[in-house]
């Protein structure tokens, strides 16, 4: 299985909006509906933002929402706040082992 | 509000065993709503499933690292564990351990523990 894709850095103003794209293969991303977005403040746990590609958890701010066209995912982060800064990561399940693939993760700036 | 913290030691001799424990509150590992992995993530690359197990102990591994695996679990303590056997500097990462919902999210994770591989 090969990881998935995802651009290195992104950037945006406080109050901005930015996306996050998550590029797999039809064996993955295209094939299942089970998409997960982790945001990880180093040197703390990983956190669930999306699940099942559009999900939110019950305590993730509206802010953050999923999406799916093709093999691609993408996370989007609306009104960006200074809290947002942090590395983000996409997983797939890929229906055979090893069952999960991840992307290299997503340097998320406030400006 | 479930946590998990990683433990063990943060270095290890090449061709020896990497041992790491899993120490879950908030809820039982006996649970059968759940598995329970581990991921590895070396610098500079992606992360990496590892393996997990179900309360029958039933496991699954990673078919790269398959043949030096180990995850146990220690229902008792609450805990599960990791060993790789015959460890190489490639095996140098951050752990992490993780609880598995429906086989297919991941959805609590523990901070990471780094393991260095080296002489």
């Known amino acids: 299985q090969s990881a998935l894709t995802q651009p290195a850095s992104v950037s945006g103003s406080p109050g901005q909006s930015i996306t996050i794209s998550c590029t797999g293969t039809s064996s993955d991303v295209g094939a299942y509906n089970y998409v997960s977005w982790y945001q990880h403040h180093p040197g703390k746990a990983p956190k669930l933002m999306i699940y099942a590609v559009t999900n939110r958890p019950s305590d993730i701010s509206n802010r953050f929402s999923g999406s799916k066209s093709g093999n691609t995912a993408s996370l989007t982060i609306s009104g960006l706040q200074a809290e947002d800064e942090a590395d983000y990561y996409c997983t797939s399940y890929t229906g055979i082992n090893p069952y999960y693939v991840f992307g290299p993760g997503t340097k998320v700036t406030v400006l | 509000q479930v946590q998990l913290q990683e433990s063990g030691p943060g270095l290890v001799k090449p061709s020896q065993t990497l041992s790491l424990t899993c120490s879950v509150s908030g809820g039982s590992i006996n649970s059968g709503d759940y598995y329970w992995s581990w991921i590895r993530h070396p610098a500079g690359k992606e992360l990496e499933w590892i393996g997990r197990i179900w309360t029958s102990g039933a496991t699954i591994y990673n078919p790269s690292l398959a043949s030096r695996v180990t995850i146990s679990l220690d229902t008792s303590k609450n805990q599960f564990s990791l060993t790789l056997s015959s460890a190489i500097a490639a095996d140098t990462a951050v752990y992490y351990c993780?609880?598995?919902?429906?086989?297919?999210?991941?959805?609590?994770w523990g901070q990471g523990t780094p393991v260095t591989v080296s002489s």
């Open positions: 993780a609880r598995l919902v429906d086989v297919r999210l991941f959805d609590y």
